[in-house]
């Protein structure tokens, strides 16, 4: 049972356009949402992250929207770099077990 | 950040040999340390919780003898693969919780680099 989904396993845009990075949840025992980057062969490394009592959370280019009733997240990157390129997890934790749940990823692909 | 430091970053081995993969945590105590699975493409798996000074907790499905997870200080935890098979090539991470108050409110896990198992 896919408790994380990210529906999407791949975006391209176009360097300085949004990227728009989405992820689902089955669970509304999560209380806090974490985005990870990753690039292959190597672990991820922590981006952003917004706890369940809030619903937008910026850093930079970075803003992680959410949607507690349609148990939804979004990822904005705004203006996208070719460096952005990589794949993007989003993961759900509840903090009484202290358990991160992955979602499946999306490669994003920023072109110049 | 802190930095958690994962040994080897690559190892490849003969069906039927054991593996040790070592996780550190250079710059913090880490009170807890998870272990993931990723395959190609798929998502990152969390196999185990291990707690300094306790029996790790396995995920459904994970096979507790194969997988033996030793976290015997604040800064050390290890897996290690025994009697490997093919089927156990994958891609091994491991991640550490800070005992510092202020990261643990943050949520935050960092990551190892990683450790891609190739079994022969």
Request: overall charge positive; hydrophobic content about 35%; proline content about 4%.
């Amino acid at each position: 049972d896919q408790q994380v989904k990210q529906n999407s396993p791949s975006l391209s845009v176009q360097e300085g356009r949004i990227s728009i990075l989405n992820c689902d949840y089955t669970n509304s025992m999560f209380d806090y949402f974490l985005w990870y980057k990753k690039y292959p062969a190597e672990g991820p490394t922590f981006l952003i992250s917004i706890s369940s009592i809030k619903d937008k959370n910026e850093d930079g280019r970075f803003t992680v929207f959410l949607n507690k009733s349609a148990k939804h997240l979004s990822l904005h990157i705004v203006p996208s770099q070719p460096g952005d390129s990589a794949v993007y997890f989003c993961a759900a934790l509840r903090s009484n077990t202290g358990k991160l749940i992955f979602g499946q990823g999306t490669t994003l692909q920023v072109k110049p | 950040g802190a930095v958690v430091s994962q040994h080897p970053s690559r190892v490849i081995c003969k069906s039927g040999t054991s593996v040790k993969i070592e996780c550190r945590s250079l710059d913090f105590q880490a009170t807890t340390m998870f272990w993931y699975r990723q395959f190609p493409k798929k998502s990152l798996m969390l196999m185990a919780t291990s707690n300094e000074g306790s029996k790790a907790t396995y995920e459904q499905g994970v096979e507790k003898d194969k997988f033996l997870i030793n976290h015997a200080s604040l800064t050390l935890s290890t897996l290690t693969v025994t009697s490997a098979h093919p089927e156990d090539s994958s891609f091994y991470i491991c991640s550490a919780r800070a005992r510092w108050e202020v990261l643990r409110r943050a949520k935050v896990l960092f990551f190892g680099s990683g450790t891609q198992l190739s079994v022969l």
